[in-house]
Structure formats: C-alpha cells, structure tokens
C-alpha cells in the first residue's frame, strides 16, 4: 500500500504555510467563576471564535480510544489521535482487555516476575500512581494484580503509592488509602502479607518527564528503593500530617517511608521483582531508566542498584524499548499524518517546551521516538522552566512564538504543528488567577503569529487537545462550582470531559474553495489530519477519520 498523499482533483490548497496550533488544555465550556478561559481578556481567541469557521471536537472517552466516556482525555492520547487521523485503544483499554481476558497473568513477564519472587523468597513491588484517574493509572488494576499475586503463592507485596491529586480531586487521597488499606486487611487473611512501604505527591517524587527535573525521580528512588525519609506508621497518618504541618494539596505531598519499630517497612533488595503500574508512558521512562539502567546511568547516584526483575505495565518507548520488560504491548499506530508527509516530500516542523515537546514529536508520530525523515522533518524544543508553573504561567510561549516565526519566514516548511502547554500545565495547579494570566500570555502569542501566517499566505487550524482551564473549579451534577460551608469554591487541578475548539482561521483566496462541514456532534481530534492535508492540497488515506471540510 502507497504511504503517498495524492492530490485533490478540484482543489489545489493553500500556496502558503499550514500551520497547526494546539492550544493544549484549553476547553469550551459555559460562563462560569472557574472558566479561565473565558474570564481572561484573550481578544484574538475572541475574535477567533466570533469570525472564522469553527466546529467543537470530542477529545475524551471513546473519541480518543478510552474505554468509555466517562474518562477524560489527556495529551498522550489526544495527540496520538491528532497525528494519526485515526482511533486507536489505548492504554487503560489495553490494560482491562488484558486482565479480563487473562493474558497478562499468562505473559512471559508476569511469569518471570513471579517466579523470581518464589523462587528467591523476595518480595513484590507494585508503583505507581494510586487513583482511579485512568489517565496514568487505574487502582483497579492493582487491586487485580495483587489478587493473582495471592494466588499464585506469593508471599510478600509491597505498594509505593505515588499520591495523586491532579487526575482526580486535590485532596482525594484518603478517599483511596482508607478503602485500600481495608482491601489489603481482607487479602491479608491466610498467610498474605501486603502492605502500603512508601509515597509521595505526584509532583514532588517520581514522576519527572521529559527529563525536565532528575531530582524528583532521585528523591522517589531514595523513598522507595532505599527507605529513605520521614518515617510514619501509616499512609494516612502522613497525608493527615503533611496537610496539618504544610497545607499542601495531594500532588505536592512531600515523601514518606512507612515503618515498624523504626524499620523501612519495604525497601527493595536482592531478589525482588518490581512492576511499575503506569500505563501511560512520558511519566513513566525516567524511573524505568534508572531500574534498568546498568553502571552507564548518571542520571543520580543511585546509592545502590539492587538486583531485581523489573517490567512496566506497558512499552513506554517503542523505539527505545523502555523498559527492556513489560506486561502488556502498547497498540500499534501506523499511517501516522507525519509519515505520510515525509513519504510525499513534505517539509515539516514540530515545536513546542519541554514539557509538551514529546506530544508535538513521539505522541503525534504515534509513539515513535525517531523521525520518518532526517532531511524532511525538524524538531525544536525550547526548554522550560524548573519552577512552579503558576509561578511563571506564560511559561514559554513568547518564546516558542519567536522561533516559530523564524520558521514560518524561512519558507523552508510546508506544515508546521505547534503546542502551547499553558492552559493545561498552569491548570494543574489550581491557580484560577495564574490560568488566566496563562490564557492572555497565550492570546498574546497567537495576536503575534496570525499576521504573520496572513502575509505569508498560510492558513492555521487552531484547537486543543482536552479541556482543563475552562473548568477550574470542582462542579456538581448541574455543573455548578461545589462549595465548601464557607462558601469557597473547590479546585480543579483535573483535565475536563469538555469538547475543544477547533478554528480555521484562513484569509486567503483558497478560503473560498471550501466550507466547513456543519457539526453533527461527531467530529475528533482524529478528524483534524484529513483536514490538514486537504487544506494543503492533498486527500487524505482512506483509514483516516473524514476531514472536518469539503470542497465545493
């Protein structure tokens, strides 16, 4: 089968730049005290939406291959469906399909992983982030594992839970360690030993991505591995003291070893197997390396490198083979839109900061590290910033803009993609007021970039990949902002179920040459692709999901 675009007949497409803008994690929902973006003074976003063709797109549950809808999207999977044109299961999908069915438990990784425990008399590890979020993780895959464990004999299990506070509510935790310590209690009868060894926020140990902070993956090895830190009896006792002591929110939780009579309840040692239950990957390659990496790792000092069994829930890096193990294989995206442009001779740019740069790269080429073409395809990321976003919530997107233009004036690239993290990094943090200055910082941007687009003759199709700073407040049924007896609303650090716009914002001749498709409700990220190769001329692959527009 060709990996070719062929030409449009009746249409010969923009003679300028096509420009994709993803303006990640900004979400379409009604006036409200928690939208930041529409409580923000963004007059070009504005205008955006008032003047030029737009359609709302799904960016949630089965649109972007989740189980069902009442998951909400992320970034991971919203760019795999924005660069591949298609839908494919992911990751917790993936996970329950396999579960149910029975092949995990008859992997030859879950069977290496448990008979190196029995053999050696060592203890199981389970890590990972502890929610039922389903955006990394979900405690119900845990909870399956740790049931089979039982029954095949293990003897000793250990959890370090990576406390969450982001995918679900701020200060969610004891919703989750209180029923969970009660599970492990009932699992416990007959000679099972499980137990909770160590944790931490989300934010603070562990789960660095990108590279952008080692420390925090460094911190998480001396918590978990090493038994390092503050020691408390219980999970809860250290959530219920670290709010008391810090008023900190679930993701900024800082670590904690759980231990009995002064002793590290679960330290990793010799002879252990260790399973890191995380499905989705960015956050995942970090600790991954630092387990399997061998006397070439530099990362941190490791202190001590024990000898262990270690696999991921899934592949996290196909190209890489992060890590070397793994439980259950990642879906295979083929005929992805940047291979398609590379086999047709199309220059391409993707450009984004560090913390969004490997969605605009690996996530939109469909989990593939490499490049279709050295020559065709260039990469930028400008780096970010190490501090708190909501400290710093235009991030960098003047900056991202400036190297964008250059691109875009140096006529060297035909399609170029672009992400802006603001609205979804500055959203995690619950800052209503840092999400808005996020918002203007970005439309500052865009007020910058779209005349220049004009005089080269280009189009834009401007979108999102989910919802989160349109809803920064915790809402109720009625979708109404929950309060608390005092009256203050609750923050929302979570991605929303919220359709994204989707604006094409073109004011050339070719304009006129085709419209817009009237929105039946069913359009999704995955129609974002077709629709870029039409507006350069070109028709898309026939497994790709319909273009948003059509000739006239």
């Known amino acids: 089968m060709s990996k070719q675009l062929q030409k449009l007949d009746q249409f010969k497409g923009v003679q300028g730049p096509v420009v994709t803008i993803v303006m990640d994690g900004v979400g379409i929902a009604p006036d409200g005290p928690g939208n930041a973006v529409k409580s923000a003074y963004t007059p070009n976003l504005d205008r955006l939406m008032a003047s030029y063709p737009m359609v709302s797109l799904r960016a949630h549950g089965t649109a972007v291959g989740l189980p069902s809808d009442d998951d909400m999207g992320n970034s991971e999977v919203g760019h795999n469906a924005l660069g591949a044109g298609q839908v494919f299961a992911q990751g917790a999908k993936l996970v329950s399909n396999s579960i149910e069915s029975g092949k995990m438990f008859e992997s030859a990784t879950w069977r290496e992983l448990i008979g190196g425990v029995k053999a050696s008399g060592g203890t199981l590890h389970f890590l990972g982030l502890f929610s039922d979020g389903n955006v990394h993780s979900h405690i119900d895959h845990l909870k399956a594992m740790l049931v089979q464990a039982k029954k095949e004999g293990v003897s000793t299990v250990r959890v370090h839970t990576l406390i969450d506070g982001r995918d679900v509510g701020e200060t969610s935790a004891l ?138 829930m899934l592949e996290y890096d196909g190209d890489l083979h992060i890590p070397k193990k793994f439980l259950v294989a990642p879906p295979e995206i083929t005929n992805t839109m940047s291979e398609y442009l590379a086999n047709t001779g199309v220059a391409q740019l993707a450009i984004s900061e560090t913390q969004k740069y490997g969605h605009v790269t690996y996530f939109w080429n469909g989990n593939k590290s490499g490049k279709f073409s050295e020559e065709l395809e260039t990469y930028i990321e400008v780096p970010s910033d190490v501090v708190p976003f909501e400290q710093r919530p235009w991030m960098k997107c003047a900056e991202i803009t400036d190297k964008l233009i250059e691109c875009l004036e140096s006529g060297a690239y035909k399609y170029l993609r672009v992400n802006f993290p603001n609205g979804d990094m500055v959203g995690h943090t619950g800052s209503l ?63 929303t179920l919220n359709r994204v716009p989707c604006i094409i914002y073109d004011n050339t001749p070719a304009a006129k040459q085709y419209c817009v498709k009237a929105d039946q409700g069913s359009f999704g990220l995955s129609n974002v692709a077709a629709t870029m190769v039409n507006l350069m001329g070109f028709a898309a692959p026939d497994m790709w999901d319909e273009s948003i527009i059509e000739i006239k």
């Open 175 to 312: 919703d989750y360690i209180e029923p969970f310590e009660a599970f492990l209690a009932e699992l416990n009868e007959g000679g099972f030993d499980a137990a909770i060894a160590s944790g931490g926020g989300r934010m603070k140990i562990t789960m660095d991505r990108y590279e952008a902070d080692w420390s925090m993956v460094e911190l998480g090895w001396k918590t978990h591995v090493l038994g390092e830190g503050r020691q408390f009896a219980s999970a809860a006792d250290a959530v219920k003291a670290y709010r008391a002591e810090l008023g900190v929110i679930d993701q900024d939780l800082p670590p904690f070893v759980i231990a009995k009579d002064g002793k590290p309840l679960g330290t990793v040692e010799d002879g252990d197997s260790v399973i890191f239950y995380n499905f989705r990957g960015d956050r995942s390659i970090e600790i991954s390396k630092a387990f399997d990496g061998g006397n070439e790792f530099d990362k941190f000092d490791r202190v001590r490198k024990p000898s262990v069994i270690y696999a991921g």
């Open 433 to 495: 007021a840092a999400t808005r200055c996020s918002m203007e910082a970005l439309d500052i941007q865009l007020g910058r970039l779209l005349p220049v687009i004009d005089r080269l003759g280009g189009v834009a199709l401007i979108t999102a990949d989910h919802g989160n700073a349109d809803e920064m407040y915790e809402v109720d049924k009625k979708g109404a902002p929950k309060q608390d007896k005092a009256g203050n609303y609750k923050a929302k650090t979570s991605h």
